[in-house]
């Protein structure tokens, strides 16, 4: 069984400050970690995944995530917050073989400042 | 290449009433999911389909709610009888043939559904 954790279901930040979003995951099994970003009345965007690779991803908008397993996190992060990133951000867990179906988080909702 | 489509993006209708749900993946994915998302909750795991087939519905409700993928045409969630508590975006979901983990899953904009 999987499960995520998203800690804080609203975070906000300033214009230019870091963006910190937690995942913390359950898996009895190697996992691929999944970000996903939905904006209002819209579908969801993958914005990056680990699987199995470097531990260290790198996604779109400026977006990178680190896989720690001993710490069974895989927190999003983003230098510098711009305007447009103001969406909700889910993290998703999958098995890394076969078939499994993405378990979601309950979602962080990133809210930016001027 | 067109992205994945739903239809209709909002649904009203009266409890008792039937909904259907449409859902035509990406061109070339043979892989279908439905996923339920309710208010301030993340999105739950309702089915997955391949073509002519149901592969896991472990996620669907045991009454009122179906699902099937075609041959030809899109994947359908059907819920009969709706009730208040159905009232959700509903997703869709697709992804190339293939190792199901290995493959992204690109998702649809959504069906809002509500029931009065």
């Known amino acids: 069984a999987q499960s995520v954790t998203q800690l804080g279901s609203h975070v906000s930040v300033s214009e230019g400050a870091l963006v910190l979003l937690r995942c913390n995951y359950s898996?009895?099994?190697?996992?691929?970690l999944f970000w996903y970003v939905q904006y209002p009345n819209q579908g969801l965007q993958l914005l990056l995944k680990?699987?199995?690779?470097?531990?260290l991803v790198k996604g779109i908008n400026g977006f990178e995530a680190e896989f720690k397993k001993s710490e069974t996190s895989f927190h999003l992060t983003k230098p510098s917050a711009h305007m447009s990133d103001a969406a909700e951000y889910f993290c998703?867990?999958?098995?890394?073989?076969?078939?499994?179906?993405?378990?979601f988080g309950k979602g962080t909702m990133l809210l930016v400042s001027p | 290449n067109a992205g994945v489509m739903q239809n209709p993006r909002h649904l009203v209708r009266r409890r008792g009433q039937e909904a259907r749900l449409r859902c035509s993946p990406m061109?070339?994915?043979?892989?279908v999911y439905w996923y339920r998302q309710l208010p301030e909750e993340g999105l739950k795991f309702m089915v997955y389909?391949?073509?002519?087939?149901?592969?896991?519905e472990s996620g669907m409700p045991k009454e009122r709610f179906s699902a099937e993928f075609p041959k030809e045409g899109p994947s359908i969630l059907r819920i009969q009888q709706v009730v208040r508590g159905d009232s959700a975006a509903y997703f869709c979901?697709?992804?190339?043939?293939?190792?199901?983990?290995?493959?992204?899953?690109?998702f649809g904009p959504g069906t809002r559904l509500t029931v009065l």
């Open positions: 389909l391949q073509k002519e087939n149901i592969i896991d």
């Open positions: 061109k070339g994915h043979s892989h």
């Open positions: 998703a867990v999958t098995r890394n073989s076969g078939y499994s179906t993405l378990t």
């Open positions: 898996s009895s099994v190697p996992p691929y």
């Open positions: 680990y699987t199995s690779a470097a531990t």
């Open positions: 979901a697709s992804s190339p043939p293939g190792v199901p983990a290995d493959n992204e899953q690109f």
